[in-house]
């Protein structure tokens, strides 16, 4: 059990915070397994899949993007203890991930009909790639990247959508900040890759296409005056202008890999905007973001923390900036940890303001965004 945060202490609560952190993300990491990992229960032994639910409340395995999440946070966890353990669930992931897709075709059970979920499973991939070595994963995502999710772009001269990456690949004309953002992303860190791996000409053409990805959400979803990322361009052709934290992440996390590939300032200031609008216009929840329990919902804030994050931790940024966002984050985390997390189970509901009791059914994504907040603290760079 991991005691309450104690504000008594010689230290000051912001020390103890910080001091405390990681304990926090190990006690989180460790509900997500014996919680929700299908294998952890003796009835389901190898289910190498992560629960929708506590207690095995249920089972459903119509829900494949929480899974690269899910392994996000294995990796996270890997990556701050250096554990070989966690290790271990990537060959098991790996299995379980193509096992219970969904909608996989026979000929490959990784494809997915929502490109978006595709896209997040490819970014768990690449991690897994970066943190073990294994060319298997960072082929399986290039494949992915190239054949699957590419290939949905565009047609460019088609009015009023003009480009952009397709949300399903049954509904085409409908472009998503969910479906843009990610892929940005994905193609940046795929030129990363090439450069390392001295394949110029790869890495380029993979830096165009993160460069086109980006400057297309940012001219049609991307509100420059207020920093808002609008979700979407449907197949009426309107713009749907509703906000959510995941959408504000990828598209901070995409305007921050290309400004580390082109040295661009223009990318920074995009991310910045991005981020006040989070702070600004969706933070008004008791000094929080709102309550968000289960459903994909549960996942986004998570999301958002990730990439927020690393731009904190950016020291080409302002630092009177960076101060403001790193005090916005831990402010965050301490309403988490001090109201919303229960201590003794170490499960969140993702209620800032109110903890699960004991007896209570959890919810796999709200616990992955909190194991996400623990894991973003755990990075979070000090400003001096």
């Known amino acids: 059990m991991v005691g309450v945060l104690c504000c008594s202490c010689s230290k000051s609560s912001e020390e103890q915070s910080y001091s405390r952190w990681p304990a926090m993300a190990d006690g989180m990491v460790k509900a997500l397994i014996q919680n929700f990992w299908g294998d952890s229960f003796k009835e389901t032994p190898g289910r190498y899949y992560f629960n929708y639910q506590s207690q095995m409340a249920y089972m459903t395995t119509e829900h494949y993007w929480p899974q690269a999440h899910a392994m996000d946070v294995i990796i996270d966890a890997y990556l701050r203890t250096g554990d070989k353990k966690y290790l271990d669930f990537y060959p098991k992931w790996w299995e379980g991930a193509q096992k219970y897709n969904p909608s996989g075709r026979e000929e490959d059970p990784w494809w997915n009909v929502y490109v978006d979920d595709m896209e997040w ?109 609008n979700d979407n361009i449907g197949q009426d052709g309107k713009v749907n202008h509703s906000v959510f934290t995941y959408n504000q992440g990828t598209f901070i996390g995409a305007a921050h890999e290309l400004y580390k590939l082109t040295g661009d300032q223009q990318y920074l200031e995009d991310a910045v905007k991005a981020s006040y609008y989070v702070i600004r216009k969706m933070s008004n929840h008791g000094g929080a973001l709102s309550d968000a329990t289960h459903g994909d919902g549960g996942l986004f804030h998570g999301i958002f923390f990730r990439y927020f994050v690393r731009l904190i931790n950016e020291e080409a940024l302002d630092k009177t900036i960076r101060k403001e966002f790193y005090d916005y984050l831990t402010g965050l985390a301490k309403i988490m940890v001090e109201q919303g997390l229960n201590h003794q189970t170490m499960l969140y509901s993702g209620s800032w303001h109110k903890a699960l009791t004991n007896e209570e059914i959890a919810n796999l994504t709200p616990q992955l965004s909190g194991c996400m907040l623990m894991e973003a603290m755990c990075v979070l760079k000090e400003v001096n």
């Open 121 to 229: 499973i490819v970014l768990a991939q690449l991690r897994m790639y970066e943190t073990a070595s294994n060319p298997t994963y960072l082929e399986k995502a290039k494949q992915m990247f190239n054949q699957w999710i590419w290939p949905t772009w565009g047609p460019d001269d088609e009015a009023p959508w003009y480009g952009g990456i397709t949300w399903k690949v049954d509904v085409q004309k409908s472009k998503n900040a969910c479906s843009n953002g990610p892929a940005a992303i994905i193609a940046a860190r795929l030129a990363q890759f090439g450069k390392a791996l001295h394949e110029d000409s790869q890495s380029a053409d993979y830096l165009k296409k993160a460069q086109q990805i980006y400057s297309w959400e940012k001219k049609t979803l991307f509100d420059e005056e207020t920093g808002a990322v």
